[in-house]
């Protein structure tokens, strides 16, 4: 079983809609997560960050965090062509010093 | 976004041969990475920077060395490369300050093993 899993997609849905990503994991000891953006041929860019359980929300952009199922969220509302693009979500804990879970993404396309 | 160049931006080699990869930053941020990435694998941390000269291996640093002489350089080396170390490769680096949660990415080298 891999530490973080992700439905690679692709994922296709009509401009509008709401759009909700997920992966879940196994080490319980993570406490930070993020979402990454990558369009093709890019590097990733950071989206959302949240540490612990919860919600965070900014824009169009949630991310939720279920440290008791060891699942994560990220939903967009409205999508847009141009949210088209890899979601990855990536994971730390203090107990790795600097090293990143991440997992291996998931692929939207958002239909005009 | 964080000055982060690689180069070159591709390459490809021959098997055997030795490949160095550079990642310049302009932003004096502390921390440096590099990372793989492959289909169905996502980014795999190879190695680590925490400082001039302090380095430490992540999940896949077999058949890798890196070096950090200047805070701004971070060299990537594959001393005798093969066709697995075929990827793309993104360095990483997050600042002084935090603990790396915020990571900026450069744009990737793509590496081609023969």
């Known amino acids: 079983q891999k530490e973080v899993e992700q439905d690679p997609g692709p994922l296709s849905v009509p401009e509008g809609a709401i759009v909700s990503l997920n992966c879940t994991y196994s080490?319980?000891?993570?406490?930070?997560f993020m979402w990454y953006r990558q369009y093709s041929r890019k590097g990733p860019e950071l989206l959302m960050y949240?540490?612990?359980?919860g919600n965070k929300e900014d824009g169009r952009f949630t991310a939720q965090v279920d440290k008791s199922s060891k699942y994560i969220s990220l939903f967009i509302r409205d999508s847009q062509p141009s949210d088209s693009a890899t979601y990855l979500c990536?994971?730390?804990?203090?107990?790795?010093?600097?090293?990143?879970?991440f997992g291996p993404g998931t692929r939207l396309s958002v239909l005009p | 976004d964080a000055g982060i160049t690689q180069s070159p931006r591709h390459k490809v080699t021959e098997t055997g041969t030795p490949v160095t990869l550079r990642c310049h930053q302009t932003?004096?941020?502390?921390?440096m990475y590099w990372y793989r990435q492959d289909p169905g694998h996502g980014l795999r941390l190879i190695h680590y920077?925490?400082?001039?000269?302090?380095?430490d291996k992540g999940e896949v640093s077999d058949g890798y060395s890196v070096s950090r002489s200047k805070t701004e350089d971070f060299l990537l080396t594959l001393e005798s490369a093969t066709s697995s170390q075929t990827s793309v490769y993104f360095c990483?680096?997050?600042?002084?300050?935090?603990?790396?949660?915020?990571?900026?990415f450069g744009p990737g080298t793509r590496l081609t093993v023969l």
């Open positions: 932003e004096n941020h502390r921390y």
């Open positions: 990483a680096t997050s600042g002084p300050g935090g603990l790396g949660n915020e990571q900026f």
């Open positions: 920077s925490y400082g001039v000269k302090d380095t």
């Open positions: 990536a994971m730390r804990s203090d107990n790795y010093g600097q090293n990143f879970v």
């Open positions: 080490n319980s000891a993570f406490q930070y």
């Open positions: 949240t540490y612990s359980s």
